[in-house]
């Protein structure tokens, strides 16, 4: 198999990661998490405390950010940020963050950089809308927002970080809002994409309706 490209799309807490990886490592793709390269950027506006509300000290912080990616290693100005980039501060202002416009588009260019040609599997917001309109397979997942906030607060648990159900549940909400709202490639479903919803789902069903969906392209 050449080139090949899955898009997976979806909101906050609906199961995209954790699919994507399993997906990857069953096909041998290359996976990219893009949230995470917004989540390096919003990292680095926390630590320069940088003014989340005016787009030029963002993007004074975007223009001094060296980011490089190994597998599911993420790097920010040559340390390793892979862990401090799920932090619940980082959470809860990335999604300002990725609605600049600037951000986007350097983000982007470095996506398409590490997908072209290959065969990856990529989850975000905005992958098979305008990342990689032309993918092979594109997958919207959802599920409610109550079942993205109990899984949400299992993963937070398992980090030993504390959380309480009803903030988890606003948390995602919000980004939720902001994502789907913003001008610049709001979270939508692309047109030809497949909706999965994963509410009551276990993710050996999520991965093995998607593995079909793959084989019925390869
Ligand atoms: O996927 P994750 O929840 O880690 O993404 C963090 C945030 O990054 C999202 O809430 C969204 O604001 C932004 N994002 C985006 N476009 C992507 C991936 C993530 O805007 N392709």
Do not use: H, W
């Amino acid at each position: 198999m050449e080139k090949f490209v899955v898009a997976v799309d979806g909101p906050a807490g609906s199961g995209k990661s954790t699919i994507s990886k399993i997906i990857a490592k069953r096909y041998g793709l290359t996976y990219l998490d893009t949230g995470a390269m917004y989540r390096m950027i919003a990292l680095k506006v926390l630590k320069e405390g940088a003014d989340l509300e005016r787009v030029e000290s963002i993007e004074r912080v975007l223009s001094e950010s060296k980011i490089d990616i190994d597998g599911e290693k993420f790097f920010l100005d040559g340390e390793d940020v892979s862990i401090d980039i799920r932090s619940r501060e980082v959470t809860a202002i990335v999604s300002q963050v990725a609605a600049v416009k600037s951000v986007r588009e350097k983000l982007v260019e470095m996506q398409r950089k590490i997908g072209q040609g290959k065969r990856v599997i990529l989850d975000g917001r905005d992958i098979g809308t305008v990342v990689f309109p032309n993918a092979d397979l594109k997958i919207f997942l959802v599920a409610s927002p109550e079942e993205r906030a109990s899984r949400r607060l299992k993963d937070y648990e398992s980090k030993g970080q504390e959380a309480e159900f009803y903030s988890v549940l606003e948390e995602i909400k919000k980004r939720d809002k902001i994502d789907s709202t913003r001008k610049e490639s709001p979270l939508k479903k692309a047109t030809d994409a497949v909706e999965l919803d994963t509410s009551g789902m276990t993710i050996e069903e999520v991965c093995d309706e998607i593995s079909k969906m793959v084989d019925s392209r390869i």
